[in-house]
């Protein structure tokens, strides 16, 4: 190999080394950007739920004082009659709230 040839694939290596670096800076810059929009996108998630369970327990309440309701239980029944499952209720005055 010469003087010349070796001075080259320096020359090749280092512009290769630099091109790397530049690769790895975007892939961190990359990495940065995608967590700060996947943190947005959960508040935004979590903004969104909290409005809707505002909603919901609104809707709840109301239904409890009209038909006069001691305890309506929201999540967890371990077993629930079609008799006493008010549900259907509960989702057909959220819908008429959203038309």
């Not at 280092?14 to 091109?19: A, D, I, N, P």
């Amino acid at each position: 190999m010469t003087f010349q040839t070796l001075k080259k694939s320096r020359s090749n290596f280092s512009s290769l080394q630099k091109e790397l670096e530049k690769i790895r800076e975007l892939e961190i810059s990359f990495q940065k950007s995608k967590e700060l929009w996947q943190q947005e996108l959960n508040q935004k998630k979590l903004e969104s739920l909290q409005k809707i369970e505002v909603i919901i327990n609104r809707v709840i309440r109301k239904y409890a004082v009209a038909e006069n309701f001691d305890l309506i239980l929201y999540q967890n029944a371990a077993y629930a009659s079609d008799e006493v499952n008010i549900s259907n209720n509960i989702i057909s005055m959220i819908e008429e709230l959203s038309q």
